[in-house]
C-alpha cells in the first residue's frame, strides 16, 4: 500500500501560483492549511520552496516565534516546523530543518517516498508539482481559489493535461473556494 501524495496551493481566478498573489492569510485560512499539514507525516518541496518556507515558518533560534505572527500563524508554525522535509534539488549541497535531500531520478525517490509507510506526502511549489504530476504520482489536488485576478506570475501545473474529479468543494467567509479533487479515471 502507498501512501497518497498530496499537491495543495492557493490559486488566483486567473491561475496564478506565486505567494504575493491571493488574499492574505486570515484566521480561517491558516486553521485549513494548519489542518492540510495534519494530514501528512513528509513535506516535499523543490529548493526554492523549501527555502520560503523555511525563511517563513522555521522556529528561529531564540525559541521565540516573531511578533509579527498571529496565534494562527503560530498554530501552523508549530505543526510545520517539526515535520520531516524532502527537498529536490540540484542545486543545494545540504539542508537542515529536519530535511534530507534528494538527488538523482526524482520520480523514482518520489515513487520510494510513496512506498514508506505513513499517513501522507505532502508536495508544495510550481515546478515540481507539475513535473510529478506529468508522470501521474499526485494522488489529490487541493487548490484554494481566490477571487483575484494577479495578471501574473507563474501559472497553476502550467503545460500539464490532466482531467480532475472534484471530490470536495467548500467556501470561506473571504471569498475564497477549496476545489479538492483526484485524477479521473481514464475511459
Known amino acids: 500500500m502507498t501512501q497518497p501524495l498530496r499537491y495543495a496551493i492557493n490559486v488566483t481566478l486567473d491561475g496564478c501560483v506565486h505567494h504575493e498573489a491571493g488574499l492574505p492569510p486570515d484566521e480561517q485560512s491558516m486553521a485549513f492549511w494548519t489542518d492540510e499539514l495534519r494530514r501528512s507525516d513528509t513535506l516535499l518541496y523543490g529548493r526554492a520552496t523549501y527555502e520560503l518556507m523555511e525563511g517563513a515558518w522555521r522556529r528561529p533560534e531564540s525559541g521565540e516565534w516573531p511578533d509579527w505572527m498571529d496565534a494562527s500563524e503560530v498554530a501552523f508554525s508549530e505543526v510545520m516546523d517539526p515535520m520531516r522535509k524532502v527537498v529536490a534539488s540540484g542545486t543545494l549541497d545540504s ?3 529536519n530535511a534530507e535531500l534528494v538527488r538523482g531520478d526524482l ?6 517516498l510513496k512506498g514508506e509507510p505513513g499517513r501522507g506526502v505532502s508536495v508544495g511549489g510550481v515546478r515540481l508539482p507539475a513535473t510529478l504530476a506529468a508522470h501521474g504520482l499526485i494522488d489529490e489536488y487541493t487548490f484554494v481559489v481566490h477571487p483575484v485576478i494577479a ?4 501559472r497553476l501545473l502550467d503545460g500539464v493535461d490532466l482531467r480532475l474529479e472534484l471530490i470536495e468543494r467548500r467556501e470561506f467567509r473571504s471569498g475564497a473556494v477549496v476545489q ?4 479521473a479515471e481514464q475511459d
Not at 107 to 112: M, N
Not at 151 to 154: D, N
Not at 180 to 183: K, N, T, V
Open 151 to 154: 495578471g501574473r506570475g507563474p
Open 95 to 97: 539542508v537542515d530543518w
Open 107 to 112: 520520480i523514482e525517490a518520489v515513487r520510494r
Open 180 to 183: 479538492r479533487f483526484r485524477p
